[in-house]
């Protein structure tokens, strides 16, 4: 177990509302890193936050937002959900952040399944 | 896009048999990581390769950085159960780390 927990397991949305996905990372982690996966693929990467400001963001349209806290949990927020937005949201935490080509290990939460209908 | 690109897709394999799958890229990666995700799981980090040549292992698997920087290899010896699952290559590349589609891995009974 990593110690990094994400709330709620599952959500049933339909198209066009809003969701909030809750991360709380490993203890001494200031950093979160939040992960889209659709079925089939490979995590992708949406955002990344460091000390409260975000800290780097894939391709991902602005409806996708997020927050970090200053005990370093973090949450997405998505807006107008679309049936594509149905997938397992992952966050990870790590001690520093990804830059430059390099990175820390970086722990996963169990994620949180979303389906938009 | 950046692209890493897995192989197999799928493997079907007998209990105790030896497992090799690669990952390839068309840039170069300074950081090759390997992760496995069982179901309704994040995935868990295996092995980190920094450097061009490493050989790493990690129990039962072993990992390799390729000397191009543009490939990274995985292999489990002997197999089991446990082993059924996901495997995920990755590296960091700017402020992100990239993912692999992954390889499927089933051990027939």
């Known amino acids: 177990e990593t110690g990094v927990t994400q709330s709620p397991t599952h959500l049933i949305k339909t198209r066009g509302q809003q969701v909030t996905l809750r991360c709380s990372s490993q203890s001494g982690h200031n950093t979160v890193s939040w992960y889209q996966q659709a079925l089939g693929q490979g995590p992708q990467f949406i955002f990344q936050y460091y000390r409260e400001e975000e800290n780097g963001r894939g391709n991902f349209p602005p409806r996708f937002s997020g927050l970090q806290f200053p005990n370093y949990s973090s949450e997405l927020n998505v807006n107008a959900l679309e049936l594509d937005d149905s997938a397992l949201y992952l966050c990870?935490?790590?001690?520093?952040?990804?830059?430059?080509?390099?990175?820390?290990?970086?722990?996963f939460g169990p994620g949180t399944r979303l389906t938009v209908l | 896009g950046q692209q890493l690109n897995q192989s197999p897709q799928s493997m079907f394999i007998q209990e105790g048999e030896d497992v090799s799958m690669n990952c390839t890229s068309s840039s170069i990666f300074n950081t090759w990581l390997w992760y496995k995700q069982d179901p309704g799981e994040g995935p868990v980090l295996l092995i980190a390769l920094y450097k061009a040549g490493e050989l790493t292992s990690n129990g039962r698997l072993t990992a390799q950085f390729g000397i191009t920087r543009k490939d990274s290899f995985l292999n489990i010896s002997a197999s089991i159960p446990s082993d059924v699952g996901i495997y995920f290559c990755a590296g960091p590349r700017d402020d992100k780390i990239i993912f692999g589609k992954g390889t499927r891995l089933h051990i027939l009974p």
């Open positions: 990870a935490s790590s001690l520093v952040p990804v830059q430059a080509g390099w990175t820390d290990t970086q722990y």
